[in-house]
T-cell receptor, first 117, second 115 residues
Framework: DAGVIQSPRHEVTEMGQEVTLRCKPI?????LFWYRQTMMRGLELLIY????????DSGMPEDRFSAKMPNASFSTLKIQPSEPRDSAVYFC???????????????FGNGTRLTVT | AQTVTQSQPEMSVQEAETVTLSCTYD???????LFWYKQPPSRQMILVIR??????QNATENRFSVNFQKAAKSFSLKISDSQLGDAAMYFC????????????FGTGTKLQVIP
């Protein structure tokens, strides 16, 4: 299994530009998470999808952030317009969560390091 | 709200020695899961070990073991025979059982392994 695949690995953009981060979860996993990691706030959950449906987006910072999961094998996180304070490492993670258990661990991608100048 | 606290921002250990990383959490739930993740310089978060709160037996995975104290809400990670490849950030994480429950992470402990 290739694991969770994120692209790009690094992204440098100017303030005001649109940024799109991509994620391919592990095949068969039905839960997908977007996290943001910064030195100040650690790992923050941005949004959680279950069976392609957004379940919890309470962590999305503001309207500039949006996430989609058009199918079970692909998700995007978009920032428009981007700001310097959005600079962080963005992780995508997936898991298989059977109905009866919440024990399944998260499998993380390698993250996208975003720098907004 | 659940919180996870890692009070040691940095730790160091001599190669081949044993080190223990601390983690405490706060919850009103009785059933939950605890995890330790490792984040090496490559940045990828890797699951090291997990523990179900209803199990009294401490989880072990090769050189990694936990000391789970449910009453004290403590979940420490012990790394035996430390290796250079163990150098990384280690994150403690909590997830309540039942329904959708998001994973809450601690702020991490940076482990340095000294040759």
């Amino acid at each position: 299994d290739a694991g969770v695949i994120q692209s790009p690995r690094h992204e440098v953009t100017e303030m005001g530009q649109e940024v799109t981060l991509r994620c391919k979860p592990i095949s068969g996993h039905n839960s997908l998470f977007w996290y943001r990691q910064t030195m100040m706030r650690g790992l923050e959950l941005l949004i959680y999808f279950n069976n392609n449906v957004p379940i919890d987006d309470s962590g999305m910072p503001e309207d500039r952030f949006s996430a989609k999961m058009p199918n079970a094998s692909f998700s995007t996180l978009k920032i428009q317009p981007s700001e310097p304070r959005d600079s962080a490492v963005y992780f995508c993670a997936s898991s298989f969560r059977p109905v009866w258990s919440n024990n399944s661990p998260l499998h993380f991608g390698n993250g996208t390091r975003l720098t907004v100048t | 709200a659940q919180t996870v606290t890692q009070s040691q921002p940095e730790m160091s250990v001599q190669e081949a020695e044993t080190v223990t990383l601390s983690c405490t959490y706060d919850t009103s739930e009785s059933d939950y899961y605890l995890f330790w993740y490792k984040q090496p310089p490559s940045r990828q978060m890797i699951l090291v070990i997990r523990q179900e709160a209803y199990k009294q037996q401490n989880a072990t995975e090769n050189r990694f073991s936990v000391n789970f104290q449910k009453a004290a809400k403590s979940f420490s990670l012990k790394i035996s025979d430390s290796q250079l490849g163990d150098a990384a950030m280690y994150f403690c994480a909590y997830r309540a059982s039942g329904g959708y429950q998001k994973v809450t992470f601690g702020t991490g402990t940076k482990l340095q392994v000294i040759p």
